[in-house]
Protein backbone atom coordinates (compact mmCIF):
# COMPACT_ATOMS: atom_id res chain seq x y z
CA UNK A 1 0.00 0.00 0.00
CA UNK A 2 1.48 3.63 -1.19
CA UNK A 3 2.06 5.46 1.56
CA UNK A 4 -0.67 8.99 1.82
CA UNK A 5 1.10 12.17 0.58
CA UNK A 6 -0.71 14.11 2.77
CA UNK A 7 -2.98 14.36 5.74
CA UNK A 8 -5.97 14.56 4.19
CA UNK A 9 -5.39 11.17 2.11
CA UNK A 10 -4.78 9.76 5.44
CA UNK A 11 -7.48 10.29 7.15
CA UNK A 12 -9.54 9.97 3.91
CA UNK A 13 -10.11 6.41 4.94
CA UNK A 14 -9.88 6.88 8.47
CA UNK A 15 -13.90 6.24 10.41
CA UNK A 16 -15.06 9.50 11.75
CA UNK A 17 -14.35 8.99 15.20
CA UNK A 18 -11.05 8.19 14.30
CA UNK A 19 -8.68 11.33 16.51
CA UNK A 20 -6.91 12.02 13.25
CA UNK A 21 -10.09 12.77 11.59
CA UNK A 22 -11.55 14.24 14.20
CA UNK A 23 -8.48 16.87 14.26
CA UNK A 24 -8.54 17.10 10.66
CA UNK A 25 -12.27 17.33 10.00
CA UNK A 26 -12.73 20.39 12.79
CA UNK A 27 -9.23 22.13 13.65
CA UNK A 28 -6.49 21.73 11.25
CA UNK A 29 -6.20 24.28 9.33
CA UNK A 30 -8.91 26.14 11.08
CA UNK A 31 -8.24 29.39 12.12
CA UNK A 32 -7.81 29.91 16.35
CA UNK A 33 -8.36 33.51 17.80
CA UNK A 34 -7.95 33.08 21.35
CA UNK A 35 -4.59 33.69 22.56
CA UNK A 36 -4.82 30.62 25.23
CA UNK A 37 -5.83 28.26 22.83
CA UNK A 38 -3.11 29.15 19.94
CA UNK A 39 -0.47 28.78 22.70
CA UNK A 40 -1.99 25.46 23.77
CA UNK A 41 -1.26 24.21 19.73
CA UNK A 42 2.05 25.29 20.52
CA UNK A 43 2.17 23.45 23.34
CA UNK A 44 1.25 20.49 21.62
CA UNK A 45 3.56 20.87 18.81
CA UNK A 46 6.61 21.64 20.61
CA UNK A 47 6.05 18.52 22.74
CA UNK A 48 5.10 16.16 19.08
CA UNK A 49 8.91 16.51 18.18
CA UNK A 50 9.83 13.27 17.79
CA UNK A 51 6.53 11.78 18.82
CA UNK A 52 3.76 10.57 16.23
CA UNK A 53 1.03 13.29 16.13
CA UNK A 54 -1.60 10.09 17.12
CA UNK A 55 0.15 10.31 20.40
CA UNK A 56 -0.17 14.22 20.87
CA UNK A 57 -3.77 13.72 20.10
CA UNK A 58 -4.34 11.09 22.43
CA UNK A 59 -2.94 13.01 25.28
CA UNK A 60 -4.51 16.32 24.17
CA UNK A 61 -6.85 16.76 26.54
CA UNK A 62 -3.99 15.50 29.71
CA UNK A 63 -1.77 18.61 28.39
CA UNK A 64 -4.88 20.76 28.62
CA UNK A 65 -5.35 19.61 32.54
CA UNK A 66 -1.70 19.16 33.38
CA UNK A 67 -1.09 23.29 31.85
CA UNK A 68 -3.97 24.78 33.13
CA UNK A 69 -6.27 25.17 29.92
CA UNK A 70 -3.89 26.39 28.23
CA UNK A 71 -3.51 29.47 30.42
CA UNK A 72 -0.47 31.61 29.55
CA UNK A 73 -0.23 33.33 32.59
CA UNK A 74 -0.39 30.46 35.07
CA UNK A 75 2.02 28.33 33.06
CA UNK A 76 4.67 31.22 32.95
CA UNK A 77 4.36 30.83 36.31
CA UNK A 78 5.01 28.06 36.92
CA UNK A 79 7.83 26.83 39.20
CA UNK A 80 9.96 23.50 40.68
CA UNK A 81 6.58 22.40 42.34
CA UNK A 82 5.05 22.49 39.21
CA UNK A 83 7.20 20.80 36.89
CA UNK A 84 7.89 18.48 39.33
CA UNK A 85 4.14 17.40 39.07
CA UNK A 86 4.48 17.47 35.06
CA UNK A 87 7.83 15.53 34.92
CA UNK A 88 6.01 13.03 37.26
CA UNK A 89 2.68 13.17 34.78
CA UNK A 90 1.86 10.09 33.07
CA UNK A 91 -0.68 11.79 30.87
CA UNK A 92 1.35 13.91 29.07
CA UNK A 93 5.28 13.50 27.55
CA UNK A 94 7.84 13.80 30.45
CA UNK A 95 10.78 15.82 28.72
CA UNK A 96 11.84 18.18 30.85
CA UNK A 97 13.72 20.45 27.65
CA UNK A 98 9.93 20.27 26.20
CA UNK A 99 8.24 21.54 29.77
CA UNK A 100 10.98 24.26 30.04
CA UNK A 101 10.41 25.82 26.85
CA UNK A 102 6.94 25.46 27.37
CA UNK A 103 7.32 27.57 30.35
CA UNK A 104 9.71 30.23 28.96
CA UNK A 105 7.50 30.43 25.55
CA UNK A 106 4.77 31.06 27.77
CA UNK A 107 6.90 34.47 29.48
CA UNK A 108 7.60 35.30 25.78
CA UNK A 109 3.98 35.28 24.45
CA UNK A 110 3.30 37.48 27.63
CA UNK A 111 5.83 40.22 26.37
CA UNK A 112 4.54 40.04 22.91
CA UNK A 113 0.71 40.45 24.48
CA UNK A 114 2.41 43.35 26.37
CA UNK A 115 3.80 44.70 23.49
CA UNK A 116 1.31 43.92 20.29
CA UNK A 117 -2.07 43.37 22.64
CA UNK A 118 -2.10 39.64 21.88
CA UNK A 119 -0.56 36.76 20.67
CA UNK A 120 -2.73 36.69 17.77
CA UNK A 121 -2.19 40.11 17.04
CA UNK A 122 1.73 39.43 17.28
CA UNK A 123 0.82 36.57 14.61
CA UNK A 124 -1.43 38.59 12.23
CA UNK A 125 1.46 41.25 11.93
CA UNK A 126 3.82 39.31 10.77
CA UNK A 127 1.54 37.64 8.17
CA UNK A 128 1.92 36.99 5.30
CA UNK A 129 5.32 35.94 5.29
CA UNK A 130 7.71 32.90 4.31
CA UNK A 131 8.06 29.82 6.01
CA UNK A 132 11.80 31.20 6.34
CA UNK A 133 11.14 34.47 8.05
CA UNK A 134 8.58 32.69 10.49
CA UNK A 135 11.23 30.14 11.08
CA UNK A 136 13.53 32.98 12.08
CA UNK A 137 11.54 34.90 13.96
CA UNK A 138 10.21 31.95 16.25
CA UNK A 139 13.65 30.67 16.89
CA UNK A 140 14.31 34.45 17.91
CA UNK A 141 11.45 34.54 19.95
CA UNK A 142 10.70 30.97 21.13
CA UNK A 143 12.54 27.26 22.54
CA UNK A 144 12.25 24.77 20.59
CA UNK A 145 10.90 25.76 17.59
CA UNK A 146 12.48 24.64 14.39
CA UNK A 147 11.48 24.77 11.15
CA UNK A 148 8.86 21.33 11.49
CA UNK A 149 7.14 23.27 14.38
CA UNK A 150 6.95 26.11 13.29
CA UNK A 151 5.26 24.90 10.16
CA UNK A 152 2.96 22.47 11.82
CA UNK A 153 1.79 25.45 14.78
CA UNK A 154 1.37 28.18 11.50
CA UNK A 155 -0.29 25.60 8.78
CA UNK A 156 -2.08 24.01 11.75
CA UNK A 157 -3.38 27.53 12.87
CA UNK A 158 -4.14 28.74 9.39
CA UNK A 159 -1.48 31.59 8.90
CA UNK A 160 0.01 28.88 6.20
CA UNK A 161 -1.52 27.25 3.62
CA UNK A 162 -1.14 23.28 2.94
CA UNK A 163 -3.60 22.60 5.82
CA UNK A 164 -6.11 20.86 3.05
CA UNK A 165 -5.67 19.71 -0.64
CA UNK A 166 -8.38 21.14 -2.32
CA UNK A 167 -9.92 18.03 -3.47
CA UNK A 168 -10.52 17.71 0.29
CA UNK A 169 -14.49 18.41 1.51
CA UNK A 170 -12.79 20.46 4.42
CA UNK A 171 -11.14 22.70 2.03
CA UNK A 172 -14.16 23.69 0.71
CA UNK A 173 -15.45 24.58 4.27
CA UNK A 174 -12.02 26.57 5.46
CA UNK A 175 -12.38 28.52 2.20
CA UNK A 176 -16.16 28.89 3.54
CA UNK A 177 -14.43 30.02 6.79
CA UNK A 178 -11.99 32.43 6.12
CA UNK A 179 -13.70 33.83 3.09
CA UNK A 180 -17.43 34.53 4.73
Known amino acids: MEKPSTYCDYVSGLAKNNINRIYHDTQYGFPVTCDNELFGRLILE ?32 FKEKQIAELLNNKGIIRNKLKINAVIYNANQVIAL ?31 FTGGEITREFLTSTGYLKGAHIPSCPIYQKLLAVNNP
Open 46 to 77: INQAGLSWTTILNKQENFRKAFSNFNITKIAS
Open 113 to 143: QKEHGSFKKWLDKNHPNSLPYWVKIFKQTFK
